[in-house]
């Protein structure tokens, strides 16, 4: 009898322990070689263990315990490779004694050869193999994301390029199509957060679960399956996130108005769609009586309490601000601009520009132009950290902060150096608008090299804006107040607006912030600069 000894891998340099999530496989169970058997955590990240061999699982630590590196987690009995198939073949040997014990493993082979045409008959191009779907690169400073729903459940029959789920990383959602048709087994659960590469799930060849049980519905070929998928669709016409949203609220799919690709409800539309029946997730109770919900509301100087979980996103973007706060020497200096310049050049040609550009000029753009030019005298602005090296970019890529009903997210311009104002003007417009319809893609929300945030918007008078890691530096805009300043000798009234440049202290010193937002400064208060490249 060989009995192989699991234990658990190094799995990084500073990691030196590791818990026990989920156990996918029960003691005693048959695995098979490379089959996923449980998740394991660490401070950093959620990955699988898998099976070394196949044979018989024997478990020797539970879910929730904590392992040293190189600690025995279970081992497998190699050698009984052959008992796990027998267990289910029991109704076909029922009406044998146990004298028939010698013939087992020949009759045992033949069950399982005859077996497996049943599953292989509802399959005919699956060719027999299990195809294992992964977790896509999603971005080049993305390594983990966390399952935010599934829209199929484990056992489900899926086709080709249907949404198995909602996939969350801490700048954006995306869905997950299957890559392949059979069923479905679940890997990893709603709330796992796991590496780029990880196996999420895999897709049996069959029919499976929820399709198994209608076959007879489909001798007359493909309309009864087309229209099982065409029910599902019209029922949900949402995507997993936003049908929660709007099965929570008690609001009818059919009530909302999706801006997705084909009409189709994102999460969104869902949180708009539930500030309108506020009373509606009460009636659920009691459908007979809708009238007593609006009762049932906290009466006047109430002491109640509401707690929420928190999503996947906003533990991720919380655990990263930390981060950057605790791993950055973070320090913000601030200046005044005043913007009476720039408000007399808009107001002068604000109706041109947009009859000619088809965009309107809005002051981002302004600013987009005095911070692209601020970088090439100053460039370790535009610089960053990696490991014991300076990055210098000769490029700059702005981060510009929209913000949407899910939070704030930061869409990149690249090349902003290149562009004239209603290039710029376009672009931010565009980035906004996909920003707002949940339509970002990964690729224009990573690899910014310089972000620029509004606060302003909000009505902010000053802030310290947070650096946007890796970036070393971020400006932050605020309102414009109409204040008294000295010209001159003379005390005016000026519209002026304070900004605020949060940089790392490692990479930039004193000087150069101090110098770089001058240099803003002077650009803003003499646009025509911006123009003649001075």
Request: hydrophobic residues 40%; contains cysteine; glycine residues 8%.
């Amino acid at each position: 009898m060989a009995e192989i000894e699991i234990k658990v891998p190094p799995v990084g340099e500073s990691i030196t322990e590791v818990t026990i999530g989920n156990w996918f496989k029960n003691d005693g169970d048959f695995v098979k070689m490379d089959e996923v058997i449980c998740g394991l955590d660490s401070d950093k990240a959620t990955f699988e263990l898998t099976a070394e061999a196949e044979g018989t699982l024997h478990i020797k630590a539970q879910e929730g315990d904590t392992l040293n590196i190189g600690d025995l987690i279970a081992t497998i009995d190699s050698a009984a490779n052959g008992a796990a198939p027998a267990a289910p073949k029991q109704d076909a040997n029922a009406a044998k004694p146990e004298a028939a014990a010698p013939v087992e493993p020949a009759a045992e082979k033949v069950e399982e050869k005859a077996a497996e045409p049943a599953a292989a008959a509802q399959a005919p191009a699956g060719g027999g193999k299990t195809y294992e779907m992964k977790v896509p690169a999603v971005g080049e400073s993305i390594t983990e994301v966390t399952i935010a729903s599934w829209s199929k459940k484990d056992g489900d029959h899926v086709e080709v390029d249907e949404i198995l789920c909602e996939l969350e990383s801490d700048k954006a959602t995306f869905e997950l199509p299957a890559e392949a048709a059979g069923t479905l087994r679940i890997v990893g659960q709603e709330g796992d957060t796991l590496s780029i590469g990880a196996v999420i799930c895999t897709i049996e060849p069959g029919a499976g679960g929820s399709a198994a049980s209608q076959p007879a519905a489909q001798p007359s070929g493909q309309a009864p399956a087309a229209s099982q998928g065409d029910k599902a669709y019209s029922e949900k016409h949402a995507s997993p996130v936003a049908a929660k949203i709007l099965a929570e609220r008690g609001i009818d799919p059919k009530d909302v108005n999706g801006s997705g690709s084909g009409g189709k409800i994102m999460k969104d539309d869902a949180l708009k769609a539930g500030s309108k029946p506020a009373a509606a997730p009460q009636p659920v109770s009691a459908p007979a009586k809708p009238a007593a919900a609006p009762a049932a509301a906290a009466p006047a100087g109430a002491r109640s309490q509401r707690r929420e979980k928190m999503s996947s996103l906003r533990k991720t973007i919380a655990r990263r601000l930390v981060a950057v706060k605790n791993e950055t020497a973070m320090l913000t200096t601030f200046n005044e601009v005043d913007m009476k310049p720039v408000m007399d050049l808009r107001n002068k040609f604000k109706d041109k520009f947009k009859e000619k550009h088809e965009v309107g000029l809005g002051f981002m753009s302004f600013f987009v132009k005095a911070v692209t030019v601020a970088l090439k005298d100053f460039p370790v602005v535009n610089a960053s950290i990696d490991g014991e090296e300076l990055v210098y970019n000769d490029f700059a890529d702005i981060s510009v902060a929209v913000s949407t009903p899910r939070g704030l997210v930061v869409p990149v311009i690249r090349n902003a150096e290149t562009l004239s104002f209603a290039a710029i003007e376009k672009e931010i417009v565009r980035l906004a608008v996909r920003a707002r319809d949940g339509k970002l893609g990964m690729d224009e929300m990573s690899g910014g090299t310089f972000t620029i945030t509004n606060g302003g918007t909000f009505g902010s008078m000053m802030s310290t804006p947070i650096i946007n890691a890796p970036q070393s530096a971020i400006l932050g805009m605020h309102n414009i107040v109409e204040r008294a300043v000295v010209v001159d000798g003379q005390i005016v009234v000026r519209p002026i607006m304070y900004v605020a440049l949060s940089y790392d202290h490692r990479t930039i010193d004193g000087k150069d912030s101090v110098s770089f937002l001058v240099r803003v400064k002077q650009l803003l208060e003499d646009p025509m600069r911006l123009l003649l490249d001075m």
